[in-house]
């Protein structure tokens, strides 16, 4: 059954109302949980040719032990340089200016900041900044990182529906602003107040954070994502960061930028 098929016909999308529910994520979930998901391990390897000499050498009890395999920190430098935006994980980048309240205008759909949020007061504060979309496919490294020291606040959890994040649903679906989503409120050495978001997908039940309140520091692991696609957003305030516009320029033409933790984006 594709995706097109889901998405895009009469038929599909009543089938789609009963995959997007969270509790059909949630047992898939708590099934990758356990040793008799094991033998998914080596297909889903071979299948997107994960390269396993880039991770941690460490025994896997169940499917999500190697989803959220461990890489070797020295195939993900941080970059350093403190005026430097860092990416906060791996993924495919999508740049966007915000205008007035507006952003992502994937495939002809626009998404409210406000909505997205669900708090215009905040929503406010990144009036004329930057929205940096990062999709993460199956094959990427899911866990993902802090792009600045600072001190955050707690994690905000947004309940919804868990729709896939891959092309086909943004062009039919205000996909962001409907799934299940958590984000945080990062007061940032260099690049101002910065919200850091996590957005779930079809069978991704769990976004994992590692901590609530507190002080962190550029690089180290924010959280984790299950298994799926999954998507982080970063929104900037405007002139906070210096952000390379050929990824601006790549976006304006329909592409995504494939981009890895740590690596500069100025």
């Known amino acids: 059954m ?11 999308r009543r089938i789609l109302k009963f995959l997007v529910k969270p509790g059909l994520s949630d047992l898939c979930g ?13 297909p889903f390897i071979k299948k997107n040719n994960i390269d396993m000499s880039e991770y941690m050498d460490e025994k896997y009890t169940c499917f999500n032990d190697c989803f959220c395999r461990r890489i070797r920190p020295e195939c993900r430098p941080v970059d350093m340089i403190p005026d430097h935006l860092p990416s906060p994980c791996d993924g495919l980048l999508s740049a966007y200016q915000i205008e007035d309240d507006m952003v992502i205008p994937v ?14 007061n905040l929503a406010n504060e990144f009036k004329d900044g930057m929205c940096l979309v990062f999709r993460l496919c199956v094959n990427h490294y899911h866990r993902y990182s802090y792009p600045d020291d600072g001190i955050k606040g707690p994690n905000i959890f947004i309940p919804g529906v868990l729709h896939t994040v891959r092309p086909v649903a943004l062009y039919s679906e205000p996909v962001f602003i409907e799934n299940s989503r958590e984000y945080t409120v990062l007061n940032t050495q260099n690049f101002g107040r910065v919200v850091q978001m996590e957005v779930g997908a079809m069978l991704v039940g769990k976004i994992s954070n590692n901590q609530g309140e507190g002080s962190f520091i550029r690089g180290s692991e924010k959280g984790k994502f299950l298994y799926g696609g999954s998507t982080i957003i970063l929104l900037l305030g405007k002139n906070s960061a210096k952000v390379n516009s050929r990824y601006f320029e790549a976006t304006a033409e329909g592409k995504e930028t494939p981009i890895k933790l740590g690596e500069s984006l100025s």
């Open 30 to 42: 708590r099934f990758l949980d356990t040793g008799l998901s094991k033998p998914l391990i080596k």
């Open 107 to 120: 495939k002809g759909s626009k998404y409210s900041i406000k909505n997205l949020l669900r708090d215009e």
């Open 2 to 12: 594709s995706l097109e098929y889901l998405y895009n016909t009469r038929s599909g």
